[in-house]
């Protein structure tokens, strides 16, 4: 069964007999529509992101036993085409200004699949980077994480983290 992403609730007809979602950020997948959906397996999401899905309520279902749905997503995969975007931007930043990229700085907050990107091609141009990922410092001891003011006091600021909550953030509160 095909159905665009935003009619994808529990109120479709024929989602009962589904065993397998595979969707965009558009669909929000939330009890209601578990319930609706007995013999869910799997969820597969062409997104980085997880925030569209109620991934506590499938914990809740998968650890009562009464279930067992696989959730899948795809981490990195528009990495390069969101440093292409990034770096787009950057340069008719630069072009509108008179200015030459290298004599820019960068701050990137965020240094997973797509800050890393948007770092490697400034590096590429000797831009200087200023890299801000908190979280990232925790659990890697090698990293060292710019302080916020430092990252928003570059000529240019890109971010590239999750979308949480304020509960669910690993990010302390910006300052």
């Given at each position: 069964m095909f159905a665009k992403g935003q009619d994808i609730t529990p109120e479709l007809p024929t989602l009962g007999d589904a065993e397998a979602l595979i969707i965009r950020?558009?669909?929000?997948?939330?009890?209601?529509?578990?319930?609706?959906?007995?013999?869910?397996r799997y969820i597969c999401t062409a997104t980085i992101g997880l925030d569209h899905i109620d991934e506590k309520a499938i914990a809740h279902l998968n650890?009562?036993?009464a279930r067992?749905?696989?959730v899948i997503h795809a981490p990195g995969v528009t990495a390069e085409a969101v440093a292409d975007y990034v770096w787009k931007n950057?340069?008719?930043?630069?072009?509108?200004?008179?200015?030459?990229?290298?004599?820019?700085?960068?701050g990137i907050v965020g240094y997973g699949n797509c800050g890393k990107a948007v770092a490697r091609r400034a590096e590429m141009l000797r831009m200087k980077v200023v890299?801000?990922?908190p979280p990232l410092q925790c659990r890697d001891r090698s990293f060292i994480s710019a302080?916020?003011?430092?990252?928003?006091?570059?000529h240019i600021v890109?971010?590239?983290?999750p979308l949480t909550g304020p509960d669910e953030s690993d990010y302390?509160?910006?300052?």
């Open positions: 950020s558009v669909t929000k997948v939330t009890m209601p529509l578990l319930s609706a959906t007995p013999g869910l650890a009562a036993g067992d749905i696989r950057i340069f008719d930043l630069a072009s509108h200004r008179g200015q030459p990229v290298d004599a820019l700085t960068l890299l801000c990922d302080s916020y003011k430092e990252v928003y006091g570059c890109t971010v590239h983290v302390p509160p910006f300052t």
